[in-house]
């Protein structure tokens, strides 16, 4: 029994050993470092339950790219497939596709941070930190009870859209296909997702073009995409304000009127350039309903209900656009944001007039949050400039303008193609894995992760002029 003790007790020694060694090269990654591992952590394990052969339907294969790609996509709340989601993948496949992207649409901080509350657990003030910049929350203090109206938010606002497009998808494919087509998209949707099981039903890749004039799935779906993208801090500060707009937070403000601006005027453009084309034979309720649904998804929720590769080409561009902008900062979506954006366009419009300052909605933007917006624009832009030349070099068959339309869709996590998706070899789905990756952690994250330092320099450089414009 001695022995036993003994070796017990040497057993604990090195466990403990272990886990100090662990945490101490935990604490000497940055914030930024630890998200970016999390998220290639989760998409790991993702690939590896794809290639289970349980999770592959009879008569189809999924070699490693396929399920790494599919891994990547629903992780990062992209909606690109290589493999249509309804026929390649089995439900058990589906599920792990569904548990994916829920992780990563609420963030895997998040999901970490709700398990530890439900058992019980402290939560340290470096996870505090690492949930707030994961969240990209602008303080420390809150950062758990935001957290907390971000799950139950979530859990409403999924489970309401379940029910309604629920009541929808049964009478169509049977009570138990119903309910988990209606679970599926709802999370989907709030997920900014853009993945879809109704290939099976419609022809693969089909999403949901069988519904273009569907009043219920259209207004579900757009809602649920809204109420993902629009941000978790949106929430809380309308939900303690109510209706007084002026009592809001400057994000708060920014962020509607991104959004507002943006959906309303995609859908007008949508009407104005695609009335003589796939609009053409639709009553105005349909054409009403697609030109507001083309002026939703794209901000990176990934369905479409009228046929993306047979959009005219000012369409394509305007989805592009609104794909690289995407929904606001702290929500699922992806994109550099509406708020990153709007800092840019009130910046270059202060210059204009001569301002001082930055100002809008009566206050003033910091010189950091200008720096930091404009690192984000450009570095995605080098980002889809050098991804399309790429491309391009390696496979000149393919059209330029389809290629960029890819290319933003993968940076923007927006999951919308005009169908080359499957034609892309297998560097260039590497290269597309990348982006989507980049997408989700962020741009200025991804390359922070490789050049953050802690250590300042205590002397700087002198200044020069030099001609711009």
């Not at 100002?359 to 991804?387: C, E, G, P, T, Y």
Request: with cysteine.
């Amino acid at each position: 029994m001695r022995w036993q003790r003994a070796g017990s007790g040497e057993k604990d020694s090195e466990m403990r050993f272990g886990m100090k060694f662990f945490n101490k090269i935990i604490n000497r990654l940055t914030y930024v470092r630890i998200i970016a591992m999390g998220y290639l952590a989760v998409i790991l394990a993702g690939t590896l339950l794809l290639m289970l052969p349980a999770s592959t339907a009879p008569g189809q294969e999924t070699g490693f790219l396929t399920a790494l790609f599919t891994a990547t996509s629903a992780t990062c709340v992209t909606g690109l497939v290589v493999a249509d989601t309804s026929t390649h993948w089995t439900g058990l496949g589906q599920f792990f596709v569904i548990i994916m992207i829920q992780v990563g649409g609420l963030g895997f901080m998040t999901m970490g941070i709700v398990l530890a509350m439900a058992l019980k657990k402290r939560i340290s003030l470096r996870a505090r930190g690492l949930l707030q910049e994961s969240m990209n929350y602008m303080q420390m203090g809150g950062i758990i009870r935001l957290v907390k109206r971000a799950f139950m938010g979530t859990l409403l606002f999924e489970g309401v859209g379940a029910v309604l497009l629920a009541a929808r998808f049964i009478p169509i494919f049977g009570l138990g296909r119903g309910l988990f087509y209606g679970a599926f998209h709802s999370v989907s949707a709030f997920c900014n997702a853009g993945f879809d099981l109704m290939g099976r039903h419609y022809g693969a890749y089909s999403s949901f073009v069988a519904f273009y004039g569907d009043v219920l799935v259209n207004l579900v779906l757009m809602a649920l995409i809204i109420l993902g993208g629009i941000g978790f801090f949106v929430w809380s500060d309308i939900r303690e304000k109510g209706i007084h707009v002026k009592k809001y937070m400057l994000h708060t403000k920014m962020a509607l009127l991104g959004t507002v601006v943006l959906l309303a005027g995609g859908t007008v453009l949508f009407l104005l350039f695609e009335k003589d084309n796939l609009m053409a034979g639709m009553d105005m309720k349909e054409k009403l309903l697609s030109a507001a649904f083309s002026s939703a998804t794209p901000r990176t929720a990934g369905f479409n209900t009228i046929d993306t590769g047979a959009l005219t080409g000012a369409s394509k561009l305007l989805t592009m656009v609104l794909m690289f902008i995407g929904g606001s900062p702290g929500s699922t979506a992806g994109g550099i944001k509406t708020v990153t954006m709007l800092v840019l366009v009130v910046y270059v419009w202060s210059n204009l007039r001569e301002s001082k300052g930055v100002n809008i909605f009566h206050r003033r933007l910091d010189d950091d949050v200008i720096r930091k917006a404009s690192n984000v624009v450009v570095i995605s832009l080098l980002m889809a400039v050098f991804s399309v030349i790429y491309i391009c070099f390696q496979q000149p068959e393919l059209p330029v303008e389809d290629v960029m339309f890819e290319v933003f869709s993968a940076i923007g996590t927006a999951g919308m193609s005009t169908g080359i998706t499957r034609d892309l070899a297998m560097d260039s789905r590497i290269l597309v894995i990348l982006l989507m990756y980049c997408g989700r952690i962020g741009s200025m994250s991804f390359a922070l992760s490789f050049t953050e330092r802690k250590k300042v320099a205590p002397v700087q450089l002198p200044v020069e002029k030099i001609m711009i414009g």
